[in-house]
């Protein structure tokens, strides 16, 4: 059984896009003076080449990405690396309004750049399960018996007015 806290927010399928755009990120970064072709990139990463040239695109729009200047199905990165964060390439994923299926990268691969993906990607999900947990820490189950108390003050204050209108009511009635 998959836990919450083994994703980025909580949900799978954000995780893995994100993870998978880092693992294309990183490979293009780490290759840039001979930057992968697309099918080298599907083949390394094992996804799809029609999921992989998505991402890229979706990348690309976000300004991440751009396709090489000579080299066709070739991309590169537009920033320096210490330029682009973890949010841009977030930002990216949620812009795109197309919900595509993420693929599953396994966890076995052992090449450079895909290695410090996986580190990124493991520092950043501890960092905001950390600073999630921290938040969830401060709100207590106290708070439940206040709200309902406070139901019940604003019950009794509303069945107090109509009563006062009621007889209001009868009063001007009479």
């Known amino acids: 059984m998959v836990q919450h806290e083994d994703f980025i927010l909580g949900n799978a399928s954000l995780h893995a896009q994100l993870s ?6 990183a490979q293009l970064i780490c290759n840039t003076s001979r930057p992968p072709t697309a099918q080298q ?12 040239r998505k991402l890229m695109r979706t990348l690309s729009a976000g300004g ?22 973890l949010a841009d390439v977030y930002h990216c994923l949620l812009a795109e309004k197309e919900e595509g299926a993420a ?19 493991m520092q950043a999900t501890m960092s905001i399960n950390q ?4 938040n969830l820490q401060r709100f207590d189950l106290g708070r439940l018996k206040v709200a309902e108390s406070a139901q019940m003050f604003t019950a009794s204050l509303r069945e107090k007015a109509q009563r006062h209108s009621l007889s209001l009511d009868t009063t001007a009635g009479s």
Do not use: G, K
Request: charged share 10%.
């Open 20 to 25: 998978s755009a880092l693992a294309v990120m």
């Open 41 to 52: 990139l599907s083949e390394s990463l094992n996804v799809s080449l029609r999921y992989l």
């Open 64 to 85: 991440l990405l751009a396709p090489h200047a000579t080299h066709s199905d070739t991309w590169v990165c537009m920033h320096p690396p210490h330029s682009v964060s």
């Open 103 to 121: 693929p599953f990268i396994p966890a076995t691969q052992t090449d450079t750049a895909t290695s410090a993906s996986d580190l990124l990607m």
């Open 131 to 134: 600073t999630v947990m921290q």
